[in-house]
């Protein structure tokens, strides 16, 4: 019963998941966490930042633990939590293929539609709007946010608007800043 919960749980992130993994964060916490209690707050703040870190997009690298996670407690061995894995990742990702098959081929042939171009803008801004969302719902007891935090975020923030821009030394300098000031 497990992996079907796990099946239609993550089927409806990659539904309603629009602008991204991390405008996805904010519903997978809602439901992983709050609502079905798969893991805990301390494990989701961990699971964010190892999936920013690992290859793949977040949502994907989530969608992994949380499955693995959920169905080795539910039915206590490793092939259990492997199989919950494997059907989480899937099962995101489902909606996604189909739904930008379909999206692709309309845009494809309106490209030019005022009407279309609009729809498209606001989609961008919703997207920024998720992700700053879920930015704020990281700031909780669980992850302790001081002066130090906000700076080196402001500074990454700042560097990201030059054009020879490096998001992976970026990453790579904050986790050094981070490990010394810490």
Known sequence: MIYLWLFLVFLKQ????????????????YDVVDKYRWIDPGQFADIVALSQMTPGPVCINAATYVGYQAAFDALGSVGAGIAGSLIASLAVCLPSLFLIWIVMAFLLKNKHNPLVKGVVDGFKLVSVALI???????????????????????????????????????????????????
């Open 132 to 182: 700053a969302s879920v930015a704020v719902m990281m700031m909780n007891a669980y992850n302790f946010i001081d002066y130090k935090s906000v700076l080196i975020f402001a500074l990454v923030f700042i560097a990201s608007f030059h054009k020879k821009f490096n998001p992976i030394l970026a990453i790579s300098a904050c986790a050094l800043v981070g490990y010394i000031l810490y």
């Open 14 to 29: 990659g539904l309603l998941g629009f602008g991204g993994g991390y405008a996805m964060l904010s519903l997978m916490q």
